[in-house]
């Protein structure tokens, strides 16, 4: 199922959407990146049979933190289920992409007019090699869950280097999701 432009959105939409402020449980701690410190980028909010991922990234300072890599701590995807809020969004940082956009789910066997910005299913397109991550909790090897495309928009777009792709997997038996990214 591909992910296509579907106009602005609602900043705590609970559609499919990149930017915006994350739905959360109560108690929810917003992350920080474990290289920098500062806090990360909400980046998208991704609702899938098992709940609700939400992915966020470091941006506080491009290209110094491994922000492209499942396990450095320079980003982070959760799996929510249950009740969800719109989080507080702390006052410094990175933290909100520009502007928020809906992803509409769109067959992919169809052609679609509007930009493609992901694919939800299916098998990771690298761009590089296969980096699936293995879940931090079991060590299975994680299932694919989405790809995000960089955008074409500045202020809408995701900061994956310059023609990039991040990829969202998860691991059902233990709740955790994780993100990478590829140029």
């Known amino acids: 199922m591909l992910l296509i432009h579907g106009g602005e959105a609602v900043a705590d939409a609970p559609e499919p959407r990149t930017g915006g402020v994350p739905l959360v449980p109560d108690g929810f701690v917003w992350p920080d990146c474990r ?22 990234f ?22 929510f289920t ?11 940082g990175e933290t909100l992409l520009g502007a928020v956009t809906a992803l509409r789910p769109h067959p992919a066997d169809a052609p679609a007019a509007e930009p493609v ?7 990771p397109d ?5 980096e699936t991550p293995d879940c931090p909790s079991c060590t299975a090897r994680m299932t694919f869950t989405a790809e995000l495309e960089e955008g074409s928009d500045f202020a809408t777009s995701a900061n994956f280097g310059g023609g990039g792709r991040g990829y969202v997997f ?12 590829q140029r």
């Not at 470091?58 to 959760?78: H, I, S, V």
């Not at 910005?117 to 098998?123: A, D, P, S």
């Not at 690298?126 to 296969?130: P, R, S, T």
């Open 35 to 56: 290289e920098c410190g500062g806090p990360l980028q909400f980046l998208a909010h991704l609702p899938v049979d098992l709940g609700v991922i939400a992915v966020f």
């Open 117 to 123: 910005l992901g694919r939800l299913g299916g098998e």
């Open 126 to 130: 690298w761009l590089q090699g296969d």
């Open 58 to 79: 470091c941006q506080n300072d491009p290209g110094m933190c491994d922000d492209w890599d499942a396990t450095a701590g320079a980003n982070r995807a959760f799996v």
């Open 170 to 181: 998860h691991c059902r038996p233990c709740g955790e999701a994780a993100f990478l990214w």
């Open 82 to 92: 249950g009740r969800l809020a719109a989080a507080t969004v702390p006052a410094e």
